[in-house]
């Protein structure tokens, strides 16, 4: 181009122009001549940037036309990014999960604040771990979160892992410690291995730091404490989810599992804390639960108060849960106690219980007297083996023999446990522990005889409780008339388990067991098989962690936990939501035994106070760690006195009140009435946010340089990025029908690019006229959209407001909202462009109208803006208040006035840092605007 032709096509400064390489209107706000060349600087709305431009890269707006798929990508992007902003739930959408109302609850409540940090505490058995899933796929979706890092216990690692597969398609890759230091031979010693993974679950006790091991050397300590710990905090987590959370708040705050609680919730932005009970009557284990959530908000004890604990719990009671029919979501539930007798072929059965008895007794009482705690529990767990099984009984006194033939040095109960994990341990767990450690001079002798009673007993082939269920099975099998009736059955120990498998297999019954021994896939495996042909499934309590068995309703607790609250959980495995029928739960217990007076007094007395408080109320407390030695002393006192059994259960009983009463005004702080709303659970399901999408994608591509061909449900794409995508779909109920397409979410980091930039209209651009399918003819002016945001230092939001205007200077906001929706629904087609002077008149008029009508939505913003700063602000005058008093307590007055004078400083710093983001800045800008109908001129012509 010659200089004479190039200054004829000069741009003044001001002028607004089209830029043809980044396909955006700009403004000319510099312009440069040298050396026969003209270089430019123009702002671009669309990326609020000023960039150089060459002479070449700009052109007027005569001749542009805006195409039909750019209209119709501007119009989904902009549904999508509004919808969005008006806290749209994409999970229920982009997920193969329709999620109950009182999870559609907790999704909502959780994405509501931008301070995401939560304690999911729900009921036992209304689905916390959905909801976690949800929390975890909206923030994916949105963006906002890639790294996932869960914690929980041990037994509830596959169920996480089985869950988030199923119901959302997300791996998270299970990572034992134990297994680190192999890895350490093929990785560089200095690389970080939890991050070679960016969604990973592990278990509690695995990752928590220890102080001290036996026989280590520092070296060693340090590296356990680097592999499993240290490294762990440092993989840049965006989301840490903690189940079991309670387990968390610890005696102290110098326990191993609260410094790991701690320390993983300063490793994140987001936090999610799970636990039915999270508040087990200690308001200070209570209170460092709320500091992981937000330790400025709970400096002390007296900020654990209703008001301060709500914002951060979403808790929903059973007893209001309904599904998606608004019906109550679980079924009733018939609970007995089967007392079984005494025949004269137990003689010897018998027998041998009386004689352990009087040997727990007999040890107790030694231990009592010799302050040995680990005696002490061994016999505690003699006791309950007699009561399970003559098996049971037997194999353990068998191990107990070995070790006193050959003594071994003890092993120490709580070298690496404290009380509260010993407690959380499974019955057979803590005989395989407490068998090792030291005995008395005469329990050789009495061992021995023990175990000579116990295999007599056993050659005999009677076993009480073993003949009454065979009974009790073929009972409900004729009163269910059902003889494919899926029974489950708990016992505490794996010998008991064995004998009834090859009693049950004996007598043609299928069996699968379940118990703590077994990896994941093989506790998978047996789950299965139950749910599809086996009709037995005998489970130890640390079997039965996690499993979802809606699919049973007939569960027999073959031998009895002392803590009621164990049996709760038990049946908890079938007495789920899905569940179909009324859940049967059979309690066995031996007539004229301790456990069984105990038992008839307690369960008694039990429902006096459930009736009082509430069924959910006193659960919930004889969930805690602190009622489990309640209930075992209540046993061994029966044990060794049991002519006071009935004051033994008073005593316990008055406790367990007393416990109630408290939790009662506990459960005041996490009780939040809210409604819940079927219908709105209902319609997720159907959003057309999924549908935005394909619009947004499928119409934006060819402009950016892609593709997008419709080939039978799927399309083939060719991404900005040149990837390409041989099938893909964006409707869930079609990828579910299709497992080889590929479904494209908003989670798709190329999906998000194509919509994450909207264009802009300037005035005196060109306006496409259009016609639309399904709008009236009458209907003719000038419809456009605009975006109307507010900026503040840290808070950026956005609504977009449809205005039309009619040629005779009416706006009318409904018909603007329906010609939005025709625009993504309906047929569109360009049959024009009007004259510069026309476009230039629209604008101004649609800008005017946009103005009026815009003003709402800002203040609605505004209004958002300034909540968020008080709250900002009470958090931070609450945290200095509680810190200035605290100070206060300090004795020496130089001390105490430089903390005051420092802690002054650190304030005024944060309020000077809120006023700044008070100033805030509005913007309006229209991203499209079409004309519809013929233009006033060529009305005149026909």
Known sequence: ?????????????????????????????????????????????????????????????????????????????????????????????????????????????????????????????????????????????????????????????????????????????????????????????????????????????????????????????????????????????????????????????????????????????????????????????????????????????????????????????????????????????????????????????????????????????????????????????????????????????????????????????????????????????????????????????????????????????????????????????????????????????????????????????????????????????????????VRVLISTDAGGEGLNLQFCHVIVNFDMPWNPMRLEQRIGRVDRIGQKHVVRAINFVLEDTVEHRVRQVLEEKLEVIAQEFGVDKASDVMDSVECEPLFDELFVHSLRNPDSIEQECDAVISQVRDKVADSRKNSDLLSGAHALDAEDARKWRDHPAQFWLERAITMGLPSRGGSAIKEGDAWRVKWVDGSESAQICFDVRTAENNPELEWVTLEDRRARAVISELPRCVAGQPLPIATITGLPASITGVWSLWEISLSAEGFNRKRFLPVFVTDDGRTFLPTAKRIWDLLLTENVEITGSPCTEDALMWFETSMAAAKTHGERLFNALLDEHRSKLKDERERAEYAYESRYQAIGRIGLPAVREHRRKRLKEEYQVRLAALDEADASVPDLNAVLMVRVGPTISSRRTA
């Open 1 to 533: 181009m010659s200089q004479a032709g190039e200054r004829q096509d000069m741009h003044e400064l001001g002028a607004w122009c089209w830029h043809t390489r980044h396909a955006t209107p700009c403004r000319v706000v510099d312009r440069q001549e040298m050396w026969g060349k003209t270089t430019y600087r123009v702002w671009l709305p669309a990326k609020d940037a000023v960039v150089r431009a060459r002479a070449q890269d700009l052109t007027h707006f005569e001749g542009l036309q805006t195409s039909v798929e750019e209209i119709l990508h501007t119009a989904a992007t902009a549904k999508l990014q509004d919808a969005l902003e008006d806290n749209l739930l994409l999970a229920p959408i982009q997920s193969s999960v329709v999620p109950l109302p009182h999870q559609l609850y907790a999704l909502n409540r959780a994405m509501s604040r931008d301070r995401i940090r939560y304690l999911l505490a729900d009921e036992v058995g209304l689905g916390k771990t959905i909801e976690a899933g949800l929390i975890l796929r909206e923030l994916k979706l949105r963006g906002m979160a890639r790294r996932i890092l869960v914690v929980a216990p041990k037994g509830l690692v596959r169920q996480w892992q089985a869950e988030m597969r199923l119901h959302f398609g997300e791996k998270l890759q299970y990572i034992d410690p134990a297994e680190l230091a192999a890895f350490r031979q093929w990785r560089n010693d200095e690389e970080n291995l939890w991050r070679m993974h960016d969604q990973v679950i592990c278990s509690l006790d695995s990752v928590k730091p220890i102080e001290g091991r036996r026989g280590w050397s520092l070296e060693q300590l340090n590296n356990y404490n680097r592999e499993r710990f240290e490294d762990l905090i440092s993989a840049s987590w965006d989301l840490v989810i903690i189940d079991e959370s309670h387990r968390m708040g610890g005696s102290t705050d110098q326990v191993a599992r609260y410094k790991l609680g701690a320390a993983l919730a300063e490793a994140a932005p987001y936090l999610l804390l799970l636990s039915a009970t999270p508040h087990q009557g200690k308001t200070d284990q209570f209170l460092r639960l709320m500091q992981l959530i937000d330790r400025e908000s709970f400096p002390d004890e007296s900020s654990v108060s209703r008001d301060r604990v709500q914002p951060f719990v979403i808790r929903t009671e059973k007893r209001v849960s309904i599904d998606a029919e608004g019906q109550p979501l679980f079924k009733p539930r018939l609970t007995r106690l089967h007392t079984v007798a005494w025949q004269a072929r137990h003689d010897a059965q018998q027998r041998l219980y009386d004689a352990v008895t009087d040997y727990v007794r007999h040890g107790y009482n030694q231990a009592l007297a010799a302050k040995q705690r680990h005696i002490g529990f061994l016999m505690i767990l003699m006791q309950r083996l007699v009561t399970s099984s003559t098996a049971a009984i037997r194999t353990t006194l068998e191990k107990r023999q070995a070790l006193l033939d050959a003594p071994q040095p003890q092993v120490s109960l709580f070298d690496a446990s404290d009380m509260d994990e010993w407690a959380d341990l499974d019955g057979q767990t803590q005989v395989d522990i407490a068998v090792h450690s030291s005995g008395w001079a005469q329990e050789k002798a009495e061992v021995d005889m023990l175990l000579e009673l116990a295999r007599a007993t056993e050659s005999q082939a009677t076993d009480a409780k073993a003949e009454a269920l065979l009974e009790l099975i073929y009972k409900l099998q004729q009163e269910e008339s059902n003889p494919e009736l899926k029974v489950l059955i708990f016992t505490e120990f794996v010998p008991t388990q064995a004998m009834l498998a090859n009693l049950l297999e004996s007598r043609g019954f299928s069996v699968a067991l379940l118990n703590g021994s077994m990896d994941l896939d093989t506790r998978a495996k047996a789950q299965q098989t139950f749910s599809r042909d």
